[in-house]
């Protein structure tokens, strides 16, 4: 059997004695495109994505990618990316930032400004290459960590909360370039609060609640029929959402 390309067996986190993640067994293969992680505040979403990037260190169970363990304390998996809400960008114009990224295939710097230039393309940011990236607007700075991310040809890219600060207008825009990652064969696990986002976005949903992994659904399913009483009591204290999903 081939092996899974993310696995989380086990996985308990309890930072201070306290339990954030309570035995989450998860696996991803490549049947799935785009998984979003639901859930209310403080159940573990966040802390389960940087777990599974190697960010942080179980105190129980284990963490595999493409069958390997994690690389060392605190260092994340190559193969992966990840984006958070409120992305870190160097100084520097825009496509500085992208020339920054390392290279996987070791191209020259000419190639490697070529294929910047490409990626701003993709994201819309190509008038921009010369801007500052600190004086970008919310969304852009969104695009450009996700360009960022995209360039180092990620099997999976976590996102976390990516719209969570932006106006409908940016939230599509990065919702469409969601899209185009899923297209080009790229896995994505997001969170997300936005509910019609996930639905949106969504081949699969998971919910997680009180640190235990609940509930893993084809999104469809999911939101028309949660299998579980925290699912349904967590759907229907959301309603609005659906306003927005229409």
């Not at 067994?25 to 802390?47: H, Q, T, Y």
């Not at 890219?157 to 790229?186: F, K, N, W, Y």
Request: aromatic letters at 6%; glycine letters at 10%; hydrophobic letters at 40%.
């Amino acid at each position: 059997m081939a092996e899974p390309l993310l696995r989380l067996h086990a996985v308990s986190f309890r930072p201070t004695g306290r339990t954030v993640l309570d035995g989450i067994d998860f696996e991803w293969d490549d049947s799935v495109r785009v998984c979003a992680l639901i859930g209310p505040n403080g159940a573990g979403k966040s802390v389960m994505l940087r777990t599974a990037h190697g960010l942080l260190e179980p105190d129980a169970g284990e963490v595999r990618f493409e069958g390997r363990p994690p690389p060392g304390k605190g260092l994340a998996f190559e193969g992966q990316a990840l984006v958070f809400q409120h992305p870190s960008l160097f100084r520097g114009t825009v496509l500085e930032n992208l020339l920054l990224v390392p290279d996987p295939a070791g191209r020259s710097r000419r190639d490697r400004r070529e294929r910047a230039l490409q990626m701003l393309d993709r994201v819309g940011l190509r008038s921009l290459s010369g801007a500052p990236a600190l004086k970008l607007s919310g969304g852009e700075r969104q695009r450009l960590a996700l360009a960022r991310a995209w360039l180092t040809e990620p099997r999976l890219m976590l996102l976390d909360e990516p719209t969570a600060s932006l106006d409908p207008s940016a939230t599509e825009q990065v919702e469409q370039l969601i899209g185009d990652i899923r297209a080009s064969g790229c896995g994505v696990l997001i969170v997300s609060h936005n509910l019609g986002q996930a639905a949106r976005l969504a081949d699969e949903v998971v919910f997680i609640h009180h640190g235990r992994l609940l509930e893993r659904q084809p999104a469809a399913a999911f939101f028309d029929r949660p299998r579980t009483s925290e699912a349904r009591h967590f759907l229907q204290g959301a309603l609005p959402w659906q306003l927005t999903a229409a």
